[in-house]
């Protein structure tokens, strides 16, 4: 089981900036790649970035490339979101979740591969 914990969400304006973090307990954190997703009022879940288990490169949306940054520490089990120059579209609830040891963007990208979810923070991005 892995229990997963969102922070850092909030109100900003448009072309602030935004670090959330997904902080992991449970089992070996390192085993698991890691999503975050979004999903806005009337939307579908949708992925933002994601990043495999054994690190290297995250993977992110076409609308969110060159604007947001995924990492992981494993030392603190931590991986983080940092948004910049956010724009009223990026308003949503957004979602880490874990997939242990799944290495391909197509799975990383299906909201349904996941096994565990946090609870979801909110991010209002006002005009």
């Known amino acids: 089981q892995v229990q997963l914990v969102e922070s850092g969400g909030g109100l900003v304006q448009a072309g602030g900036s935004l670090r959330l973090s997904c902080a992991a307990s449970g089992r070996t954190f390192s085993s698991y790649s890691m999503g975050w997703f979004r999903q806005a009022p009337g939307r579908e879940r949708e992925l933002v970035a994601a990043?495999?288990?054994?690190?290297?490169?995250?993977g992110y949306a076409d609308s969110v490339k060159g604007r947001f940054a995924m990492s992981r520490d494993n030392a603190k089990d931590t991986v983080y979101l940092q948004m910049s120059s956010l724009k009223p579209e990026d308003t949503a609830v957004y979602y880490c979740?874990?997939?242990?040891?799944?290495?391909?963007?197509?799975?990383?990208?299906?909201?349904?591969?996941?096994?565990?979810w946090g609870q979801g923070t909110q991010v209002t991005v006002s005009s």
């Open positions: 990043i495999r288990w054994r690190g290297g490169a995250p």
């Open positions: 979740a874990a997939l242990m040891y799944r290495e391909s963007f197509s799975d990383l990208r299906r909201p349904r591969e996941y096994d565990y």
